[in-house]
């Protein structure tokens, strides 16, 4: 099994900056790209940032150079991806949730694993 586990949600006054962490874990062969989606109250998920494993980042333009994605090479397993939002907008309130691509050993198959979410609220 594959487990995503996020962190590093919570209030914050605009201008504000918050980091999100999530760690991937468990049966896991490779991870190809992993990256942040958001879904605000009464809209569609969206993304956020991803990076690749060569370290290749994109971002949504409406949170380009205010976030950055980053990932951490843990044991070169390169399985944790972080989020520094800086100029937070009350717009950025959103439930994160972490992405990763990735090659399982169970069932030995590509696909997309999700996290449970983690909720930012920007606020004053």
């Known amino acids: 099994q594959v487990q995503l586990v996020e962190s590093g949600g919570g209030l914050v006054q605009p201008g504000g900056s918050l980091r999100l962490s999530c760690a991937a874990s468990g049966s896991i062969f490779s991870i190809n790209r992993m990256g942040w989606y958001r879904q605000p109250p009464g809209k569609e998920r969206e993304l956020v940032a991803t990076v690749t494993s060569s370290g290749s980042a994109t971002y949504a333009d409406s949170v380009k150079d205010r976030f950055t994605i980053s990932r951490h090479n843990a044991n070169n397993a390169k399985n944790t991806v972080f989020l520094q939002m800086n100029s937070l907008k009350p717009e950025d309130t959103a439930v994160y949730y972490c992405?990763?691509?990735?090659?399982?050993?169970?069932?030995?198959?590509?696909?997309?694993?999700w996290g449970q979410g983690t909720q930012v609220t920007v606020s004053s």
């Open positions: 992405n990763a691509y990735l090659l399982a050993t169970t069932g030995w198959r590509i696909a997309d694993y």
